[in-house]
Each structure stands twice: as structure tokens, then as C-alpha cells.
T-cell receptor, first 112, second 116 residues
Framework: DQQVKQNSPSLSVQEGRISILNCDYTNSMFDYFLWYKKYPAEGPTFLISISSIKDKNEDGRFTVFLNKSAKHLSLHIVPSQPGDSAVYFCAASASVSRKLQFGAGTQVVVTP | KAGVTQTPRYLIKTRGQQVTLSCSPISGHRSVSWYQQTPGQGLQFLFEYFSETQRNKGNFPGRFSGRQFSNSRSEMNVSTLELGDSALYLC???????????????FGPGTRLTVL
């Protein structure tokens, strides 16, 4: 039962433009959401998180938006850089359980 | 502050053997979680330990077990290895100080296990 879904397996974007990654979830108990970046054969690197009491969180080039009514969150990367090329995972957890549920990931390729 | 460390980084075993993986969390972090990543199933939660107690468990067979020590270091053990256990095993720690609530989990580099 996939409770966190990333429906776009890949995204190609030009350097300097905006990357928008989307994530949907089904479990209304989720109250903490995170985005991770991952290179092959390495552990995920934490990027940014958002609590369910907020609808937006910004950190440098990264902004996460949360729409609780739609059970949807998105990650915006502006401007995109070649070093951003990686797989991005959306994850969610509920306070009652620290188990992270991950989406399938989106492969981002930033072209010069 | 040093990050999450995992040893060994690579491991090759044969079917039927058992294996123990080790994880040292970030200093001060008391919660340690384990995840399995495979191409087919993605990232899946194995279990979480807090204050030496298993708090949550994923949908894995009993061959997968773990423990946490008083210094928060954790080990996971897989017995009677199967070919399908080949995966990247990831450990994550978080600073959460209480039994409930949630916080950001920081991952180690993982242990790549290959079962022949």
C-alpha cells in the first residue's frame, strides 16, 4: 500500500530554471514531511522539511509547499544547478510513529 | 559534529549465512531507524529503536532483527540470508528526545549487502 506517491519518475530542467517536484500522500495521520536528495550507493541527504501546521518552508534555493486539503506537497528548486542532478525522495511520518514512508523518487537531470 | 556512520560499507555473503550490520548515530541522537533500499521495492522501513527499545517495526520477516545499546549505537542482524536480501541497508538517526513526536532523520552512507 503506497501511502506516498511521486508520480513523475524523471524530470529534466535547464540550468538556471525552476525545478518543481511533486508528491501526494494518502494517510491523513502524516504530520511531518521531508525531502531528501540521493546519489547512487549513498545514503539520502536531508534537504528540507515541513510540519503540517505550516504551508510553506524556505531554505535558500529550496522551498517546500504543503497543501493539506489536497494531500499534496511540492519542492521548488530555484535556480536549478548541475549539482542538483540526483534522485529526490519525498518522505512522510506521523508523530505516533517515526517510521518514514518514502515515495518512489524522481530522477532530476539539470542540463547546461 | 560527525554524521551517521555505518560499518561495513560493503559485504558479500552466501545464502543461508547470517550478517550483522552496525550503525553509530550522530552524537546526542537517541532514535535509530533502519531502512532497506532495493530497486524493486524502493526505501522500506525495517525498525526503529529508542532508548534501547524497539518502538516500531516494518513488514519484514523475523529473520530481520536489531538492537540498540546504551550509547545509542545500533546493530541489525539478518539470519538465514536469501538472494532477495541483497540491498542497500541504511541507518538513520534523529535527535528526538521523547518517546513520541517526530524529527528529521539523518542517514548514514549505507551498507551494500550482496547475497550470492
Amino acid at each position: 500500500d503506497q501511502q506516498v506517491k511521486q508520480n513523475s519518475p524523471s524530470l529534466s530542467v535547464q540550468e538556471g530554471r525552476i525545478s518543481i517536484l511533486n508528491c501526494d500522500y494518502t494517510n491523513s495521520m502524516f504530520d511531518y514531511f521531508l525531502w531528501y536528495k540521493k546519489y547512487p550507493a549513498e545514503g539520502p541527504t536531508f534537504l528540507i522539511s515541513i510540519s503540517s501546521i505550516k504551508d510553506k518552508n524556505e531554505d535558500g534555493r529550496f522551498t517546500v509547499f504543503l497543501n493539506k486539503s489536497a494531500k499534496h506537497l511540492s519542492l521548488h528548486i530555484v535556480p536549478s544547478q548541475p549539482g542538483d542532478s540526483a534522485v529526490y525522495f519525498c518522505a512522510a511520518s506521523a508523530s505516533v510513529s517515526r517510521k518514514l514512508q518514502f515515495g518512489a523518487g524522481t530522477q532530476v537531470v539539470v542540463t547546461p | 559534529k560527525a554524521g551517521v556512520t555505518q560499518t561495513p560499507r560493503y559485504l558479500i555473503k552466501t545464502r543461508g549465512q547470517q550478517v550483522t550490520l552496525s550503525c553509530s548515530p550522530i552524537s546526542g541522537h537517541r532514535s535509530v531507524s533502519w531502512y532497506q533500499q532495493t530497486p524493486g521495492q524502493g526505501l522500506q522501513f525495517l525498525f526503529e529503536y529508542f532508548s534501547e527499545t524497539q518502538r516500531n517495526k516494518g513488514n519484514f520477516p523475523g529473520r530481520f532483527s536489531g538492537r540498540q545499546f546504551s550509547n545509542s549505537r545500533s546493530e541489525m542482524n539478518v539470519s538465514t540470508l536469501e538472494l532477495g536480501d541483497s540491498a542497500l541497508y541504511l541507518c538513520a538517526s534523529s535527535q528526538i528526545q521523547g518517546a513520541f513526536g517526530t524529527d528529521t532523520q539523518y542517514f548514514g552512507p549505507g551498507t551494500r549487502l550482496t547475497v550470492l
